[in-house]
Structures are given as structure tokens and as C-alpha cells.
């Protein structure tokens, strides 16, 4: 096969790709969550300007937790959070970071805790996946990232991973469906790349 039929054949096949995932949605949601992800975002930055300024130090507020409790305690909770459904904000703890001895050890350790907790999630899911009544159940309660995970795959994961869309629910219908191991820590990876970014914006503001 020829240079060009490769590259007509990897037009085709990106093209096939964009249809696809215009047809079925996939770029409104996307959109769709970037638009809803950037005003808590907004509102969680203007939130903690104006608590700084006006309500608390956050200097001694941070002072005051790393004082009262050890770093293990703060990633323990967090790492329990990541693990199950992503009850608690990362936001909150990447500004802890910031304010911490070691801004970017701790940073990578919420980051590494937050990919780690998200494979954890993955396998829950897949041992619920034996459970017929509990499958049952979370299929219902769960439908709309399910159905999701099904129909795109490898591109919801990389928006769980980089969107504020709880990580760990993703990783549990991921789970679910059996989805191949392989490619889902691939993809999550880039959960790095969003503590990196949050950080930028979160230790320049608290």
C-alpha cells in the first residue's frame, strides 16, 4: 500500500471517528461539561478571594490544619474520597497543598492518590458487575454514565479524568461494563495533568 492510500485510509478513519461522535452527542456533552465545570470553577476561585480577603487568612487557616492534623491524616481522607464516589472536592486539598511545607510533593501525591483511588473504583466496579442485585441497582442509579461509557468509551474517561465530573463514578461504570483495563489507566493518566493545571490557578490565588 502506498504513502497516500495510508494517509486517505487515516483520513477515513478520523472522519468515520467525528461523525460518530458528532452523531451520538459526544462533543455537545463534552461542551455541555465544560460549560457547567467552568462556573463552579469560577465560583470556587471568586469564593476564595473573597473569603481571603475578607473572612479568613488562609495562611493561618492552613497553618492551622497542618498544625492540627499530620499530612498522612489530610491524604488518607482524601484518598478514601477518590477511592469512593469523590465525595469531598479536590479543590480543597490541592489548596492545602499549596499552602504545605512541599507545594509540589504533596500536589503529586494527591495526584497519584487521585489516579490510584480511581483504579480502585475501576475494580468496584467490576466486582458489582458479579453482583446481580447490586448491578441491578447501581444500573439504575447509574444509568446516564453507564450508557456513556458504552457508547464512548476511552473519550469519557479522559473527560472524567480532566472535568470536574466525579472520576471515581466514572471509573465504577467503567468497571461495570468490563472495560479493558489497559486502555482505562492509559486515559487516566491525565488526571495529572489536571492537578497541574488547578494548581497553577489554586496556589496563585490562595
Given amino acids: 500500500m502506498s504513502s497516500n492510500s495510508k494517509t486517505t485510509s487515516k483520513k477515513s478513519r478520523f472522519k468515520l471517528l467525528h461523525q460518530y461522535y458528532s452523531y451520538t452527542g459526544f462533543y455537545k ?4 461539561s465544560m460549560v457547567k465545570s467552568l462556573l463552579p470553577i469560577g465560583l470556587f476561585v471568586f469564593a476564595l478571594i473573597m473569603v481571603h480577603h475578607y473572612l479568613i487568612d488562609f495562611n493561618e487557616l492552613f497553618t492551622s490544619i497542618v498544625n492540627t492534623y499530620s499530612p498522612a491524616v489530610i491524604l488518607g481522607v482524601f484518598f ?18 499549596g499552602k504545605s511545607s512541599h507545594p509540589m510533593l504533596y500536589l503529586t501525591l494527591l495526584a497519584i ?24 441497582y447501581l444500573e439504575v442509579k447509574m444509568e ?15 473527560v472524567g479524568a480532566l472535568l470536574p465530573i466525579p472520576f471515581s463514578i466514572t471509573s465504577i461504570a467503567a468497571g461495570i461494563i468490563n472495560y479493558k483495563f489497559r486502555n482505562y489507566i492509559l486515559f487516566g493518566l491525565l488526571r495529572f495533568v489536571r492537578f497541574y493545571l488547578y494548581a497553577l490557578v489554586i496556589f496563585n490565588v490562595v
Fill in 29 to 32: 456533552f463534552v461542551r455541555q
Fill in 80 to 97: 478514601v474520597s477518590e477511592s469512593f464516589l469523590g465525595l469531598v472536592p479536590p479543590e480543597i486539598f490541592i489548596a492545602w497543598a
Fill in 113 to 136: 492518590l487521585s489516579y490510584t483511588g480511581g483504579i480502585i473504583s475501576f475494580f468496584i466496579g467490576k466486582s458489582i458487575s458479579k453482583l446481580p442485585s447490586v448491578y441491578n
Fill in 144 to 158: 446516564k454514565h453507564i450508557k456513556m461509557i458504552r457508547k464512548w468509551g476511552g473519550f469519557l474517561i479522559v
